[in-house]
């Protein structure tokens, strides 16, 4: 069956970074656009950033352009998100999701907490 298992969250000073890391198992990986997905307490889950199915196209919301970074291996069957200087507001927990036609996927999210 279809699996998208995130880790890497947790618990990081504003400033800080995290790697935050989606394994894919049960679907074609490399046929598929991936994306992390981030929902805060009483908000709207918004989109993080996104990557084509080979890598070779990245897209930013405004709010992580400049201090994240998307990225993927498709031997590895995993995306990354990597974070950097972190901010308060950037506390939420962070899904992955696949998407391929109309085949969407969702994984059960990790929770990064910024604070000091």
């Not at 997905?37 to 996104?50: H, I």
Request: proline letters at 3%; a positive charge; charged letters at 15%.
């Amino acid at each position: 069956q279809v699996q998208l298992v995130e880790s890497g969250g947790g618990l990081v000073q504003p400033g800080g970074s995290l790697r935050l890391s989606c394994a894919a198992s049960g679907f074609t990986f490399s046929m598929y656009a991936m994306s992390w997905y981030r929902q805060a307490p009483g908000k709207e889950r918004d989109l993080v950033a996104s990557i084509s199915s080979t890598g070779g196209s990245t897209n930013y919301a405004d709010s992580s352009r400049g201090r994240f970074t998307i990225s993927r291996d498709n031997a590895k069957n995993t995306v990354y998100l990597q974070m950097n200087s972190l901010k308060p507001e950037d506390t939420a927990v962070y899904y992955c999701h696949a998407r391929r036609a109309i085949n969407r996927y969702w994984g059960q999210g990790t929770q990064v907490t910024v604070s000091s």
